[in-house]
T-cell receptor
Framework: AQKVTQAQTEISVVEKEDVTLDCVYE???????LFWYKQPPSGELVFLIR??????QNEISGRYSWNFQKSTSSFNFTITASQVVDSAVYFC??????????????FGSGTQLTVLP | DAGVTQSPTHLIKTRGQHVTLRCSPI?????VSWYQQVLGQGPQFIFQ???????GRGNFPDRFSARQFPNYSSELNVNALLLGDSALYLC?????????????FGPGTRLTVL
């Protein structure tokens, strides 16, 4: 069975600190996609990034960066110089086949990030 | 362009009642997926529809049903509500629902069953 593990339930940092959110996944697929979503208190899941299983290049977008390592089945997310507005629940997700021809997202349990002023 | 929209925002029902939740996808997207998010957990897949056909179903009882209309909007129906159905119901749209697609989520409908 496919699975996504986010071992950090809650993380609290002070503004301007760097923080890394961990994600470990399990899959038997050779082709798969990994995602990170942000869920602020309003509840809407906001898409942050998508990576496919053939692209292990790290990616940087502003203060956000992602480290994808197939050897350790990890897809970690780092926020540099955190800000109060970064406070949210962050979900890692794996795209996997579902019943029929559907592709479903399997989510981890999320990491609640609190950035203190 | 408008994102995914869902209605209503909040809903309170009592046990045994039924509920209909609605979703309009991003313009041009033909696939809609539904997820249930219980407090403190990640979203769980319920259904995926593409071109009005059900493509897949998660591990949910038959009390849950859905459909997609010719304009690609979708409804999720839940019959005989249980207390455990209280959750945030999220709709996601994508171009085709395929492996290369990104699913974009709406704001959700928060259902409370008393």
């Amino acid at each position: 069975a496919q699975k996504v593990t986010q071992a950090q339930t809650e993380i609290s940092v002070v503004e301007k600190e760097d923080v890394t959110l961990d994600c470990v996944y399990e899959t038997r697929d050779t082709t798969y996609y990994l995602f990170w979503y942000k869920q602020p208190p309003s509840g809407e899941l906001v898409f942050l990034i998508r990576r496919n299983s053939f692209d292990e290049q790290n990616e940087i977008s502003g203060r956000y960066s992602w480290n994808f390592q197939k050897s350790t089945s990890s897809f970690n997310f780092t926020i540099t110089a955190s800000q109060v507005v970064d406070s949210a629940v962050y979900f890692c997700a794996l795209s996997e086949p579902s019943s029929g021809s559907a592709r479903q997202l399997t989510f981890g349990s999320g990491t609640q990030l609190t950035v203190l002023p | 362009d408008a994102g995914v929209t869902q209605s209503p925002t909040h809903l309170i029902k009592t046990r045994g009642q039924h509920v209909t939740l609605r979703c309009s996808p991003i313009s041009g997207h033909k696939s809609v997926s539904w997820y249930q998010q219980v407090l403190g957990q990640g979203p769980q897949f319920i259904f995926q529809y593409y071109e009005k056909e059900e493509r897949g179903r998660g591990n949910f009882p038959d009390r849950f049903s859905a459909r997609q209309f010719p304009n690609y909007s979708s409804e999720l129906n839940v019959n005989a509500l249980l207390l455990g159905d209280s959750a945030l119901y999220l709709c996601a749209s994508s171009s085709t629902g395929g492996i290369t697609d990104t699913q974009y989520f709406g704001p959700g409908t928060r259902l409370t069953v008393l």
